[in-house]
């Protein structure tokens, strides 16, 4: 009870002006994200992200609720990676820092334990780079999660263009997979390869898989030259994928690699180098995607941080354009308003595209791109629309 009052006197502390004060009172978010541990890259991205969004806001007088100005301050947490910070971190932005909902934390690992955190609490969490089902979904129920919504597409949408993709686009008849067991996200993405590239007429020859840390792939990669696959699905985190890359060229594999969105940062092909060169990975959005809203958005960060952003950076600046329109439709500055607000928004257009929310579900439908990498670094190869109804 008495850390239920002294979190509901921090809210109230910082939504209402004090008297005197004069100006726009405070309105705090949360972010969760991986800034040290196995995945800074993403973390940094999130993070720089935020900050890019929370400026404009700032900067273009704040936000307006109910007639009324506030400015945004964010409160960030460090999961380092390591689910059991995330739910910490998410325990301590809600209850210490009385924030008014959370943006992340980023890698699924870590989004499933913050969600179930925030969806207990009744704070709206937005995940902007989880994929897996699980980030929005009550397993027990299988109905989605209150106060949980996400950015990105999921798990399901990603595996069933990659096997399409690979099948037509590639002309593959035989692939082999080789992932991370012990990742909850990862073995999803592999079994659902698995699944779409078979119903699609390939045949998968060969499935490999390791664990967390592993630094030598020699065994599961003999295995997989042996099987003689035409591709190589490796849905592992980037940090993994540069060892595993390197190891199968050496090994004289030369099936071509295909990749998830765990391959996003740019960080890969400075870790792989040429052993990563004409490989296709799956992603959220492109930096070369002609759309104004994505070129408006790639040329600010440039100018901010002189770096072109990855897929993490503009679903997390995405998901503040979600909280932005959910505290509008909300119209007051109350978690339970705030949760009402995000309820009734069906479609949001940013930087990765228009998400349309369909009622019952917490899970956007979007597209998302194919990207190969060439000369050194991410390009365009095809845009790959939802079938309709998904």
């Not at 798990?155 to 990659?162: I, N, Q, T």
């Not at 339970?336 to 990765?352: C, D, I, Q, R």
């Amino acid at each position: 009870m008495r850390k239920t009052v002294i979190a509901t006197l921090a809210l109230l502390l910082l939504v209402v002006a004090l008297p005197g004060c004069g100006g726009p009172s405070v309105v705090k978010v949360g972010v969760i994200a991986e800034i040290t541990g196995s995945m800074p890259a993403v973390g940094k991205s999130c993070e720089t992200a935020a900050k890019l969004a929370v400026k404009q806001i700032n900067d273009s007088g704040g936000i307006e609720v109910g007639g009324k100005r506030y400015k945004v301050e964010l409160a960030v947490k460090d999961s380092a990676s390591v689910p059991k910070n995330a739910a910490a971190a998410a325990t301590a932005l809600i209850e210490n820092d009385g924030v008014l909902a959370i943006v992340g934390p980023n890698s699924s690992s870590n989004a499933v334990v913050a969600a179930d955190v925030a969806n207990k609490a009744g704070v709206l969490l937005i995940a902007p780079w989880s994929t897996n089902p699980k980030t929005t979904i009550d397993e027990a129920t299988g109905k989605p999660k209150k106060t949980v919504y996400r950015a990105c597409f999921t798990d399901y949408f990603e595996s069933e263009a990659l096997g399409q993709f690979t099948r037509s686009k590639l002309g593959a008849q035989k692939a082999a997979i080789l992932y991370d067991d012990s990742t909850d996200v990862l073995r999803n993405q592999a079994q659902l390869f698995k699944k779409s590239f078979e119903a699609n007429g390939g045949k998968v020859v060969a499935i490999e898989t390791f664990k967390t840390g592993a630094k030598d792939y020699s065994a599961q990669l003999d295995a997989i030259k042996a099987a003689g696959p035409d591709i190589l699905f490796l849905p592992s985190y980037y940090t993994d994928v540069a060892t595993q890359v390197q190891q199968a060229r050496a090994k004289g594999i030369t099936a071509t690699f295909i990749g998830s969105d765990a391959w996003s940062t740019p960080d890969l092909i400075k870790m792989a180098g040429a052993s990563i060169e004409g490989s296709y990975l799956f992603n959220h959005y492109s930096a070369e995607s002609p759309a104004q809203m994505t070129q408006t958005f790639v040329q600010t960060y440039k100018a901010a941080y002189n770096s072109t952003p990855d897929d993490v950076a503009a679903l997390a600046f995405d998901s503040f354009g979600l909280l932005l329109k959910a505290l509008a439709r909300g119209g007051a500055l109350n978690r339970a308003a705030v949760l009402e607000g995000m309820g009734k928004v069906s479609e949001f257009n940013g930087a990765t595209g228009t998400m349309l929310f369909q009622a019952g579900s917490h899970d956007p439908r979007k597209s998302g791109v194919v990207i190969q990498i060439k000369n050194g670094k991410f390009n365009w190869f095809a845009d790959v629309e939802p079938a309709p109804g998904k």
